[in-house]
């Protein structure tokens, strides 16, 4: 752990940080996925696809932002969107190895 409850752990040629936030208690909730929100989920993974490797290719660091990311899985078990755009990072048999992903996800409200 580092200084403020920062920690940083090495998973293969990236780190992935997290917070302690101190005993907060986050939401476990978990809703049923919606027709719309999948479509969404969709457009979100070809979006990423696409974007990834560009940005990569003209960047050191691409962050990805996603302000309502809620638990990241749904009740019966399908990938929210944080999930979507981690492993879409992640999986890309494109995205420049020399490049710092950046995922910042806030639960936002539900």
């Not at 780190?15 to 989920?41: F, I, N, Q, V």
């Not at 290719?57 to 749904?74: C, K, M, N, T, W």
Request: aromatic letters at 10%; proline letters at 10%.
């Amino acid at each position: 752990m580092i200084e403020g409850g920062l920690t940083i752990e090495e998973h293969g040629n990236y780190g992935l940080a997290t917070y302690d936030l101190g005993g907060l208690a986050l939401p476990s909730t978990r809703w049923k996925l919606e027709p719309h929100t999948a479509a969404k989920h969709e457009i979100l993974r070809q979006y990423l696809n696409a974007w990834f490797p560009i940005l990569g290719s003209q960047h050191e660091r691409v962050v990805f932002l996603d302000g309502f990311a809620g638990p990241g899985i749904y009740e019966d078990g399908e990938p929210g969107s944080p999930i979507i755009a981690l492993r879409t990072l992640l999986e890309h048999a494109f995205f420049p190895p020399h490049v710092l992903p950046v995922c910042l996800l806030l639960p936002g409200e539900p």
